[in-house]
T-cell receptor, first 113, second 115 residues
Framework: DAKTTQPTSMDCAEGRAANLPCNHS???????VYWYRQIHSQGPQYIIH???NNETNEMASLIITEDRKSSTLILPHATLRDTAVYYC??????????????FGQGTILTVHP | GAGVSQSPSNKVTEKGKDVELRCDPI?????LYWYRQSLGQGLEFLIY????????KSGLPSDRFSAERTGGSVSTLTIQRTQQEDSAVYLC?????????????FGPGTRLTVT
C-alpha cells in the first residue's frame, strides 16, 4: 500500500473550517483514500473515503486532486469535540492486504475555543 | 445498536504470565481485526479473521501471540509468557466483510500493562 505524509499537528479555532492535508504521491489506480480519527483514549473512527471524486458526508468533505497525489479532509465547522488525531490511509479493499489498514503518525488537530 | 466490545478494559499482569483478551464484534460482521497501539506509537496491525479463518498471521509479533475466533463471532487474543514490551492498548475492530474492510468499527481497547 502507498505511504502517506501528513503534518504532525494543526490548530483550528472553534467554528472555523479545519483543512487537513495529506500527500500520497505513490498511490496506485485501485487504491482509495480513507480518513479515520482517534479521539483520546478511544478506538479509531472511520470518517470518509474516496477514489477520485470529491466526497461529502455528515462528518466531513474529502477533496482529492485530479492527479490523486494529495487530498484534503475538511471539517466545515470544527468543534472542541473534533480535537483528535486524524489519519490519512490509502488502501485497496479488494486487494490482498486482508484488512491491514496502515495507520501512520497522523495529524494532531487541536480545536481552540 | 451495540458496538464492538472488548474485555477486560484494563489488565495488569506480571512478566511471564499468560493473558487472554476478548473481543465481541458487531453482530453480523464477518471480518474481525486485531491491532495494538504502544505508547506514543501508531496502530500496528496484528491479524485479520474472515469468519473463523485467519488468512494472514504475519502481523503477529512473535510466536507467543496467538488468536482464534469461534462461531464466526467472539475472538480471543492470547499472549503467552508476557514481556514488558507487550504493554500496549490492544484494539479490536470488525467490518461487514472483506470488501467493506475499509470501514472498520473499533472497540475501546484493552490496556495491557506488564510489570
Amino acid at each position: 500500500d502507498a505511504k502517506t505524509t501528513q503534518p504532525t499537528s494543526m490548530d483550528c479555532a472553534e467554528g472555523r473550517a479545519a483543512n487537513l492535508p495529506c500527500n500520497h504521491s505513490t498511490i496506485s489506480g485501485n487504491e482509495y483514500v480513507y480518513w479515520y480519527r482517534q479521539i483520546h483514549s478511544q478506538g479509531p473512527q472511520y470518517i470518509i473515503h474516496g477514489l477520485k471524486n470529491n466526497e461529502t458526508n455528515e462528518m466531513a468533505s474529502l477533496i482529492i486532486t485530479e492527479d490523486r497525489k494529495s487530498s484534503t479532509l475538511i471539517l466545515p465547522h470544527a468543534t472542541l469535540r473534533d480535537t483528535a488525531v486524524y489519519y490519512c490511509i490509502v488502501y485497496n479493499a479488494g486487494g490482498t492486504s486482508y484488512g491491514k489498514l496502515t495507520f501512520g503518525q497522523g495529524t494532531i488537530l487541536t480545536v481552540h475555543p | 445498536g451495540a458496538g464492538v466490545s472488548q474485555s477486560p478494559s484494563n489488565k495488569v499482569t506480571e512478566k511471564g504470565k499468560d493473558v487472554e483478551l476478548r473481543c465481541d464484534p458487531i453482530s453480523g460482521h464477518t471480518a474481525l481485526y486485531w491491532y495494538r497501539q504502544s505508547l506514543g506509537q501508531g496502530l500496528e496491525f496484528l491479524i485479520y479473521f474472515q469468519g473463523n479463518s485467519a488468512p494472514d498471521k504475519s502481523g503477529l509479533p512473535s510466536d507467543r501471540f496467538s488468536a482464534e475466533r469461534t462461531g464466526g463471532s467472539v475472538s480471543t487474543l492470547t499472549i503467552q509468557r508476557t514481556q514488558q514490551e507487550d504493554s500496549a492498548v490492544y484494539l479490536c475492530a470488525s467490518s461487514r466483510g472483506r470488501q467493506s474492510s475499509y470501514e472498520q468499527y473499533f472497540g475501546p481497547g484493552t490496556r495491557l500493562t506488564v510489570t
